[in-house]
């Protein structure tokens, strides 16, 4: 049996994604008696003609980004993106919200830093994306599910619901009645509500349901004291306006 051909990718970003499926361990080396991986930075060197699956982790960030993910989507029969900053350019996305000029300076200094676009941008501002996996990082076992569907060729699914309702499953107090602000109404499910379990709130970082109910979360918001401009800020960790749009 031919080996579906795989390969794993980075852009701008902390690369956790790619370090949470080597933690894996024991299940990634399973991976390898379905799957022939043929680049990972990680673990590897060299690069392929052509690939079955491409996982791409980081968000696009310099025109050289751009065109390295158009390369990688030219030789990739699927594009997965791998994580938030892929999906919707994650925290990278709030350099959108300083002067670039000022960010390049900050970040590199020097009199010539590197070139960035207009904002840190997804994938899917670049090239046509098949499937995502969300969250920073993504959850080990939600990739695995989605390989699974993948080599059998079907489509992955993800959650449909809220990390509400996995919070509620796992009985763990709402981060609401400790007085912390909380998107786990109006974020995709798939972590086991992992913040919350920790004694933290949901920062959002699976990105939105589908259909969320804003209307009423909204008003619970400004029950706890929020004006729309601290709503904003709540989500624009994750949640950026205007992320996509591909060039």
């Known amino acids: ?7 794993f990718f980075d852009f701008t970003g902390c690369e956790g994604c790619q370090l949470t499926v080597l933690n894996l361990e024991d299940e990634f080396l399973e991976l390898l008696e379905l799957v ?103 959850d080990g076992r939600e990739f695995l599910a989605v390989l699974q569907a993948l080599l059998l060729g079907q489509p992955p699914q993800l959650p449909t619901f809220s990390v509400c309702v996995e919070c509620k499953l796992a009985e763990l107090p709402c981060a609401f009645e ?23 709130r949901c920062r959002g970082c699976r990105g939105l349901i589908d259909n969320p109910r804003s209307g009423p979360y909204y008003r619970i918001l400004a029950e706890h004291g929020l004006t729309e401009e601290d709503i904003l800020e709540e989500f624009r960790t994750f949640n950026v306006p205007g992320r996509g749009g591909r060039r």
């Open 36 to 138: 022939k991986i043929v680049e990972f930075r990680e673990v590897m060197s060299g690069a392929c003609e052509r690939l079955d699956i491409a996982f791409v982790e980081g968000s696009i960030c310099t025109p050289g980004e751009a065109e390295r993910l158009r390369a990688i989507r030219a030789k990739a029969t699927t594009l997965v993106a791998l994580g938030a900053c892929a999906d919707t350019a994650g925290v990278n996305a709030l350099g959108h919200f300083r002067d670039l000029r000022e960010l390049r300076r900050e970040i590199y200094g020097g009199e010539h830093p590197p070139a960035l676009t207009d904002i840190p941008r997804p994938l899917n501002a670049i090239v046509p994306v098949d499937h995502r996996l969300p969250g920073c990082p993504i």
């Open 178 to 200: 400790r007085d912390q602000v909380c998107l786990g109404p109006v974020t995709r499910a798939g972590c086991d509500a992992l913040c919350l379990a920790a004694g933290d």
């Open 1 to 7: 049996m031919n080996k579906l051909r795989i390969g």
